[in-house]
């Protein structure tokens, strides 16, 4: 569910995000990309940069679904950003959607919101294991 709402608000952050809103996204992924492994501020900030994304959607109904589900999934467990590695991998990956909200690329920024999902979905799994 968390991956359908991503890709819908990324997608419509495309349409909709100002100048002064994809600078702030941007912003926000150079501090985790400059944070190494400091793994809870790095989970705050990605808390931020999506939330960001969701405002950027203007889209009442994606912000609110996302909250309730944030509140949900906060259930299972620590971040999945615990290692740098990890963090850089992120940041990489938000780098796409911020270069395709800035392009105004619908189909890209729903593709690249796609990718830190999926890769989280794996990690997570990898946690279970332990």
Known sequence: MRLVLERTAAQM???HANDA???????????????GDDTQ???ALNQDFHHRIYLASRNRFLLASARGLNNALMLLGPT???????????SAQHARI??????GDQT?????ARGPFANLLRHRLKGLDR
């Open 98 to 103: 911020i270069e395709a909200i800035r392009a």
């Open 80 to 90: 999945t950003l615990d290692d740098e590695a990890r963090i850089k991998t992120v």
């Open 41 to 43: 501020q790095a989970a």
């Open 13 to 15: 952050a495309a349409k």
């Open 21 to 35: 809103e994809i600078d702030l996204l941007n912003d926000i992924n150079d501090q985790i990309a400059a944070l």
């Open 108 to 112: 890209a920024a729903g593709d690249a």
